[in-house]
T-cell receptor
Framework: DAKTTQPPSMDCAEGRAANLPCNHSTISGNEYVYWYRQIHSQGPQYIIHGLKNNETNEMASLIITEDRKSSTLILPHATLRDTAVYYCIVPRAGSYQLTFGKGTKLSVIP | NAGVTQTPKFQVLKTGQSMTLQCAQDMNHEYMSWYRQDPGMGLRLIHYSVGAGITDQGEVPNGYNVSRSTTEDFPLRLLSAAPSQTSVYFC??????????????FGPGTRLTVT
């Protein structure tokens, strides 16, 4: 898997946008960027994934830089329920394995 | 759909005992996998299966066995429990094991303590 680097923790005020960065400078051309989150020891929850283009769904937006060496997950209006550990994962192309690092612990503050 | 279900939710074993953690999904997913998560750490892949009758090892397979006789079920067997296997175990499934197209759905986890 391409190595990913995320800040260990971030704070965000409730109602504001949360921008979570991820560096993946060794990513290959056909490898996707996935984001999952884990709320207080529950099972991880899929958020979004993308290859080159920016992606948006009902949960979040994913912005991937043109050189694909980094990406940003955006939660547009963070709520207290978004407090969780967020994982940026780049599986090796063709691999079934997700490698979870330590992620970013996002705390949404009232 | 119930999604991915795991039983039991909690389990305490003595060293040397054996047990089976159950995982089932009702989404007709081909791909299923088991992860363990130690305190303060990320998840690590134990075993996975890309379809009935097909299994393979992940990153940390030692001490665990799996089988996949049906699409729905993917049990994880601890042959002789050790304190090092104290962890939270998560099962996951995915519609098709093709990278780049499918997300994985995780169960709620089984919290295992080995004394």
């Amino acid at each position: 898997d391409a190595k990913t680097t995320q800040p260990p923790s971030m704070d965000c005020a409730e109602g504001r946008a949360a921008n979570l960065p991820c560096n993946h400078s060794t990513i290959s051309g056909n490898e996707y960027v996935y984001w999952y989150r884990q709320i207080h020891s529950q099972g991880p929850q899929y958020i979004i994934h993308g290859l080159k283009n920016n992606e948006t769904n009902e949960m979040a937006s994913l912005i991937i830089t043109e050189d694909r060496k980094s990406s940003t997950l955006i939660l547009p209006h963070a709520t207290l329920r978004d407090t969780a550990v967020y994982y940026c994962i780049v599986p090796r192309a063709g691999s079934y394995q997700l490698t979870f690092g330590k992620g970013t612990k996002l705390s949404v503050i009232p | 759909n119930a999604g991915v279900t795991q039983t039991p939710k909690f389990q305490v074993l003595k060293t040397g005992q054996s047990m089976t953690l159950q995982c089932a999904q009702d989404m007709n997913h081909e791909y299923m996998s088991w992860y363990r998560q130690d305190p303060g750490m990320g998840l690590r892949l134990i075993h996975y299966s890309v379809g009935a009758g097909i299994t393979d090892q992940g990153e940390v397979p030692n001490g665990y066995n799996v089988s996949r006789s049906t699409t729905e079920d993917f049990p994880l067997r601890l042959l002789s429990a050790a304190p090092s296997q104290t962890s939270v175990y998560f099962c996951a499934s995915s519609p098709r094991p093709r990278q780049g197209t499918d997300e994985q759905y995780f169960g709620p986890g089984t919290r295992l303590t080995v004394t």
